[in-house]
């Protein structure tokens, strides 16, 4: 497992109950998750510093309770990125900290590799992955089929200086957008996806994980350019292997020269010690030309 534990504005202090606790800069947030089985007590009760909590309803979805004044949308920091940060509905805060790891993997080989690199990012949600991109260099197509995690991207690039940069920002469902990608005979030499489990796209097309990765991984695969860098799967979907990730690369990435490697991404957990499971990444690592 590799673990995200290179923050300074972020970490998980505790964890019990079907919760974690968290620090985002100076705010403090009590959220629900699936893989925090274990019981250590009532964490509301344990810690007086909570900011707000999210509570799961019975009728699905839930909402935020603020138990302490605070701040509406804030902005943290990842080494020289810099994300802006707010209550959602589904829990969610604009950001997921364990893809720091990828970050981290991605600004290394673009780098490293000492020449211009096209990325595509696809279900590039608030961007991410394209401001570490940016960061070092690279041109960017990210693509998003929500307008609003697509201007709330527009936003982290300028927060982190990058406004000057090679960026397209587009609104569109994925595979419709690939293929038209392949028709225009466009290329990149990175390709990172992010899917979720279950989603619609712009115009209402749906995507579901267990019967369209297999069809994105061929397409995907026709957009690499004659020197590719990287291409990388990251996953949330429970039950979704590390196996079955791997399996997409020996299948389809036979004619490349390289490697590649999937495991599981975590976020160390303060208190006790533990570590939090965040999902899977899978990477295949193109042999230098």
Known sequence: MRLASDWKDYEIIDSSRGMKLERWKDIYLLRPDPQVIWDQGDLLLKY??????????NRGGGYWENLKDTKESWNITYKDLTFHIKQMG???TGLFPEQAVNWDFMMEKIESSNRPVRVLNLFAYTGGASVACLSKGASVVHVDSSRGMVDWAKENVRLSGLSDCPIRF??????????????????????????PSYGRGANGEVWDIEKD??????????????EPLFFLINSYTAGLSTEVVNNLF???????????????????????????????????IFDDK
């Open 48 to 57: 007086s510093n909570i900011h707000a909590c999210y509570h799961r309803s």
């Open 90 to 92: 589904f829990k969610h």
């Open 170 to 195: 587009i609104v569109d469902d994925v595979l419709k957008f690939v293929k038209r990608e392949i028709r225009r005979g466009n290329h990149y030499d990175a390709i990172i996806m992010d899917p």
């Open 213 to 226: 990765l297999d069809s994105l991984v061929q397409l995907c695969v026709e957009l690499l350019s004659e």
């Open 250 to 284: 020996r299948l389809y990435f036979k004619k490349f020269s390289g490697f590649f490697e999937t495991e599981e991404i975590g976020i160390p957990i303060r208190e006790n010690e533990l570590v939090l499971p965040c999902g899977i990444t899978g990477r295949y």
